[in-house]
């Protein structure tokens, strides 16, 4: 059973910075490219960030230059630093494969940005 357990959202104001995490269970860590979405309130659902099993890495534009995604192969974690945060980044971020299993959703963590 795979389970996918973010963490370390919070409230920020903006300008600062966040660093998420999200610990995987099961086997889909090692062979999987794992990428962090986040749904803002009254929108679709959206890849921020992938990182492959080999560690290349790849953000989405709206994030590039403040997002930084990485991994732990060994702990079985991704992490995702935010930098510069804006309140438009204001979301529940969730972390999956890529591209998403709809049975590995977790409950994601809240991010709150105020101006």
């Known amino acids: 059973q795979v389970q996918l357990v973010e963490s370390g959202g919070g409230l920020v104001q903006a300008g600062g910075s966040l660093i998420l995490s999200c610990a995987a269970s099961?086997?889909?860590?090692?062979?999987?490219?794992m990428g962090w979405y986040r749904q803002a309130p009254g929108k679709q659902r959206e890849l921020v960030a992938r990182i492959t099993s080999g560690g290349i890495t790849d953000v989405a534009d709206s994030v590039k230059g403040r997002f930084t995604i990485s991994r732990d192969n060994a702990k079985n974690t991704v992490y995702l630093q935010m930098n510069t945060l804006k309140p438009d980044d204001t979301a529940v971020y969730y972390c999956?494969?890529?591209?998403?299993?709809?049975?590995?959703w977790g409950q994601g963590t809240q991010v709150t940005v105020s101006s």
């Open positions: 999956n494969v890529v591209p998403p299993r709809l049975n590995y």
């Open positions: 099961g086997s889909i860590f090692s062979i999987n490219t």
